[in-house]
């Protein structure tokens, strides 16, 4: 028994998709991945690779948009449905669709930079009485890490894993056996792409690379300050430096930022390109609301990181140049422990949120946190300024919602939003609605 299925795609056209009973045909799971690869730009000389192929939906759609593409089953008649449709209409490289997958002598292609695989997530028995064995591999998913976990092993387990973008299918809520977390404790960073509710399900297409391509930050016993030590470096865009102490960190307008030991105090220098794609405001409220969240803390428009007390935690800077080498600088000091200074409370830190935390594995975090948003592997999007906006605002409302106001010009002004450039729009009394860009015209009321 066949299946014929048409599928029409913005910017790919209609595909014509025939399926044998034993083969998984094109779905809804299938078609967001595809919608989501259709965002992506092919580069010269990286090729593709799609585990699991199915009826071959998604190995045309890649090949359509230029990619030389290869794709793998463990189902001989996936694989056959693949070429037949493949050359169907139209496609070349069907010679590139073999018999294998993950635990079975799989041999990524030379010049692979991206990966793809729609994993099986249905739990053992949701379907069984409805499939065969051979059928069932591409429904269900194994017990433990599931196929998301095999997958991570194989890939930590090939030489030239730091180029590799593995992009997948995962069920997120309920969550499934395939983990985003498991990826982040091996070193991975994780981009969400797109997403869809299938009933109670919500099903996500992720993207996982190694954070800063695999290349470790430099970390320090002591420095002046990360701002300058990292512009003494020069080998690449995602560049990371981290001491334990510094003597003389600065802040925002070069006040001294106090540092005390234990803490984390760093930078990263990234790509000049950046600057051309999002603000510094812009820049700086969303990596404020990455440390945050870390530091399961609130923010404090534009840069400040504090407790529930209002007490500063930490704050975040950002520079930009028209250099070159130097492109965006991002300093971010945190404090581990609280002090204070001639009996008054000058600052708190992450202990009281977090625990006992080592700086090392906040500084990861924050470093994953970061990648996840700007660092630009070559093949995925950026996300849109929209959605940085409301990340940045979802961590200022933390304490807005608790009564925090604002005065301007001796009025009390309601903060409203955040705007593309990362200014606080306020809105209230007789000025009615504007963006603010500068802190210093305006007053927070409502910390303790």
Request: net charge negative; proline share 4%; charged share 25%.
């Amino acid at each position: 028994m066949m299946t014929k299925t048409k599928v029409s795609l913005e910017g790919i056209g209609e595909l014509v998709v025939v399926s044998p009973q034993t083969v998984y045909p094109p779905r809804e799971d299938s078609l967001l991945l595809c919608r989501v690869i259709s965002q992506f730009t092919p580069i010269p000389g990286v090729r593709a690779l799609e585990i699991g192929c199915g009826s071959g939906i998604v190995t045309m759609v890649l090949a359509t948009l230029g990619w030389e593409v290869s794709a793998c089953d463990l189902n001989p008649y996936a694989v056959s449905a693949t070429r037949g449709n493949m050359e169907s209409n139209g496609i070349l490289g069907s010679h590139r669709i073999v018999e294998s997958g993950v635990g079975e002598d799989l041999v990524i292609p030379s010049g692979t930079g991206l990966v793809v695989w729609n994993l099986p997530y249905l739990e053992c028995g949701d379907e069984d009485h409805q499939f065969e064995k051979i059928e069932e591999i591409a429904w269900s998913d194994i017990p433990e890490k599931g196929w998301g976990g095999e997958l991570l092993n194989f890939l930590d387990s090939q030489h030239n894993v730091d180029e590799l973008v593995a992009l997948i299918v995962m069920k997120t809520e309920p969550e499934g056996k395939s983990k985003v977390v498991d990826w982040e404790q091996r070193g991975w960073t994780s981009r969400t792409l797109g997403s869809e509710r299938f009933g109670e399900e919500k099903i996500e297409v992720v993207a996982f690379w190694k954070t800063g391509s695999g290349q470790t930050p430099t970390i320090i016993d002591t420095c002046t300050s990360t701002m300058e030590e990292v512009m003494e470096i020069s080998n690449g865009d995602w560049v990371r430096v981290m001491a334990k102490t510094q003597t003389n960190g600065r802040g925002r307008k070069n006040s001294q930022w106090i540092s005390e030991e234990g803490g984390v105090f760093a930078t990263w220098k990234l790509g000049s390109g950046l600057i051309d794609e999002f603000s510094p405001g812009i820049i700086q409220t969303s990596v404020g609301a990455v440390v945050s969240t870390v530091l399961k803390a609130e923010m404090k428009w534009p840069n400040d990181i504090l407790n529930r007390k209002g007490e500063k935690m930490g704050g975040v800077l950002v520079e930009s140049s028209s250099d070159e080498d130097s492109g965006i600088r991002i300093g971010i000091g945190v404090n581990r422990f609280g002090f204070s200074r001639e009996g008054k409370i000058r600052g708190c830190g992450w202990e009281e949120t977090l625990g006992d935390v080592d700086a090392k594995e906040v500084f990861k975090k924050i470093d994953r946190g970061i990648s996840s948003i700007f660092e630009n592997t070559g093949i995925l999007p950026l996300p849109c300024k929209n959605s940085l906006v409301i990340q940045s605002w979802m961590a200022l409302s933390k304490s807005l919602s608790r009564g925090v106001a604002v005065r301007l010009d001796n009025e009390l002004v309601r903060p409203s939003g955040l705007n593309e450039l990362g200014k606080l729009r306020v809105s209230g009394g007789s000025i009615g609605s504007v963006d603010i860009g500068d802190l210093d015209v305006i007053e927070w009321l409502g910390y303790r």
